[in-house]
């Protein structure tokens, strides 16, 4: 049989050279080091997008980078109360959780999602593992204490990650794993009960417990704007002390969002970043490239093009 020759396309080839060469200063920057992962808005209700997410967090595991990811179900929460004929009401942008609406959080976050998103990943290989911020202590939550409009505003089971013991994701990341936790947290004040916590902040505190060298939080959004609705003024870069001044400013959904990327540079984390989940592999894109996707936020000013900055 006679041997056939492909002519290769030398340019094409050339371009596929550059990228992966691209990504050379951050393999080096981030193999063996911790990065927590914040997974929600549209990229958790699309399937294409969930399955880019899992694509990309096996892509950081496979590349020495040792990935812990976070994830809340606001959508598929919503979406079973629903179904269940059992009311959703918001106050100062928290769902107002009850014992019963509780349940039923438990029920998606570590009965739905939380498998959901093991079993993607695990589908290139025996990588990922489930756990719930209630496993060996993971989180320690206790009540929020709202106020809207000047008055106290009761929540219910509604709270704040107080303390990680972290030995358990630390131990899963020595085996090789992936862990892939839930943002709930037991109630420390009441022993047998537990809170409903935001993710974006349960991944700021795991990310500070765990000494990450990066928090990534997805969203629904390119990013932070200085000028928002102008597109153009999409901020790349902002240190810690300038977010904190502009925080009281900010676009209500976007607070806890920015301030979970503070509270982990305060705590010791190097960068934090939000970028946009709706973008299919932004992931790959924050970690490997020189531009970076989205808003990182620095303790002092460093530069996406400085991979050791």
């Given at each position: 049989m006679p041997t056939t020759y492909r002519t290769p396309n030398q340019a094409e080839a050339a371009k596929k050279a550059e990228v992966l060469i691209e990504s050379l200063p951050w393999l080096k920057r981030f193999r063996d080091q911790i990065i927590v992962v914040k997974f929600g808005g549209n990229a958790m209700v699309s399937a294409a997008l969930t399955r880019a997410f899992a694509e990309d967090?096996?892509?950081?595991?496979?590349?020495?980078?040792?990935?812990?990811?976070?994830?809340?179900?606001?959508?598929?929460?919503?979406?079973?109360?629903?179904?269940?004929?059992?009311e959703s009401e918001f106050r100062g942008g928290y769902r107002v959780t009850t014992?019963?609406?509780?349940?039923?959080?438990?029920?998606?976050?570590?009965?739905?999602?939380?498998?959901?998103?093991?079993?993607?990943?695990?589908?290139?290989?025996?990588?990922?593992?489930?756990?719930?911020?209630?496993?060996?202590?993971?989180f320690e939550g206790e009540k929020r204490h709202a106020v809207l409009d000047g008055e106290p505003v009761d929540l219910g089971l509604v709270g704040d990650v107080v303390?990680?013991?972290?030995?358990?994701?630390?131990?899963?990341?020595?085996?090789?794993?992936?862990?892939?936790?839930?943002?709930?947290?037991?109630?420390?004040?009441?022993?047998g009960s537990s809170l409903n916590v935001n993710a974006d902040a349960a991944a700021s505190a795991l990310a500070v417990a765990l000494g990450a060298a990066k928090l990534i939080i997805l969203t629904d959004v390119a990013?932070?704007?200085?000028?928002?609705?102008?597109?153009?003024?999409?901020?790349?870069?902002?240190?810690?002390?300038?977010?904190?001044?502009?925080?009281?400013?900010?676009?209500?959904?976007?607070?806890?969002?920015?301030?979970?990327?503070?509270?982990?540079?305060?705590?010791?984390?190097?960068?934090a970043a939000i970028i946009d989940g709706r973008v299919a592999h932004s992931i790959l894109l924050e970690v490997f490239t020189r531009q970076g996707i989205g808003t990182e936020v620095v303790a002092a000013d460093a530069s996406r093009g400085a991979a050791g900055s």
């Open positions: 967090i096996v892509y950081l595991r496979y590349a020495g980078l040792k990935p812990v990811v976070v994830h809340g179900g606001g959508p598929q929460i919503s979406l079973m109360l629903n179904r269940l004929g059992i014992p019963e609406t509780m349940d039923v959080v438990r029920m998606v976050l570590t009965g739905k999602v939380n498998p959901e998103l093991v079993a993607q990943i695990n589908e290139h290989g025996p990588l990922a593992t489930g756990l719930s911020g209630e496993d060996a202590g993971l303390a990680v013991n972290p030995e358990t994701v630390l131990a899963q990341l020595e085996s090789g794993l992936i862990p892939i936790v839930s943002s709930i947290a037991p109630d420390r004040n009441e022993p990013g932070l704007y200085s000028d928002w609705p102008n597109t153009d003024s999409l901020v790349s870069n902002i240190q810690a002390d300038e977010l904190r001044t502009l925080l009281p400013s900010l676009e209500s959904g976007m607070i806890p969002k920015m301030t979970a990327c503070l509270d982990a540079v305060d705590g010791g984390v190097e960068k």
